[in-house]
């Protein structure tokens, strides 16, 4: 028999996978719009772009989600200063390319933890969340198949379109 206190007691997990899932989702929704910004008009930031919008929908929405289910939701970022300090001083040091592969790698453990929440959420019988994060996993799975196929931007020859210029806007 499990203590409430246990690691492995159910609403313990979820509450667990549901706080780490909220500060993935607020990774991927700060970094993905960093990185488009930083690419800017290039081909990839369009994904980073539809990313950030699910994770700022999926923000908004899990609240009420495991509010259904009975599950406590702590939403609140932790160490919030020293990750901004990690960001600037990493900026500084990061390729674009390094960059955008090292938040297709966040995203993706974020996708191994929604798996997760999806499993527990299902077998602890709170329908609610299993059922959005099976729907979320659909959605976010799709969108990092899209944001991979856009490495090959990155093996163009730096010739070919520049990072920055408006590739839409033609020469008068």
């Given at each position: 028999m499990h203590d409430i206190e246990s690691p492995e007691h159910p609403a313990t997990r979820l509450r667990?996978?549901?706080?780490?899932?909220?500060?993935?989702?607020?990774?991927?929704?700060?970094?993905?719009?960093?990185?488009?910004?930083?690419l800017?008009?290039?081909?990839?930031?369009?994904?980073?772009?539809?990313i950030a919008a699910h994770a700022q929908g999926t923000l908004g929405a899990l609240p009420e989600v495991c509010a259904r289910d009975g599950l406590p939701l702590?939403?609140?970022?932790?160490?919030?200063?020293?990750?901004a300090l990690r960001d600037a001083l990493t900026d500084l040091l990061m390729q674009d390319e390094w960059a955008y592969r090292s938040t297709l790698e966040a995203?993706?453990?974020?996708?191994?933890?929604?798996?997760?929440?999806?499993?527990?959420?299902?077998?602890?019988?709170?329908?609610a969340l299993a059922e959005f994060s099976v729907a979320w996993l659909d959605t976010r799975t799709a969108l990092i198949e899209r944001a991979e196929s856009e490495l090959r931007w990155f093996s163009r020859p730096r010739?070919?379109?520049?990072?920055?210029?408006?590739?839409?806007?033609?020469?008068?």
């Open positions: 667990d996978l549901t706080h780490a899932i909220v500060k993935t989702e607020a990774f991927a929704l700060k970094h993905c719009r960093h990185e488009a910004d930083r800017r008009y290039a081909e990839p930031a369009n994904v980073l772009l539809a702590d939403g609140s970022a932790t160490d919030a200063h020293l990750l995203l993706r453990r974020g996708v191994a933890l929604m798996r997760l929440i999806a499993l527990s959420a299902e077998g602890d019988g709170k329908p010739g070919a379109s520049n990072v920055g210029e408006d590739e839409s806007s033609g020469s008068e």
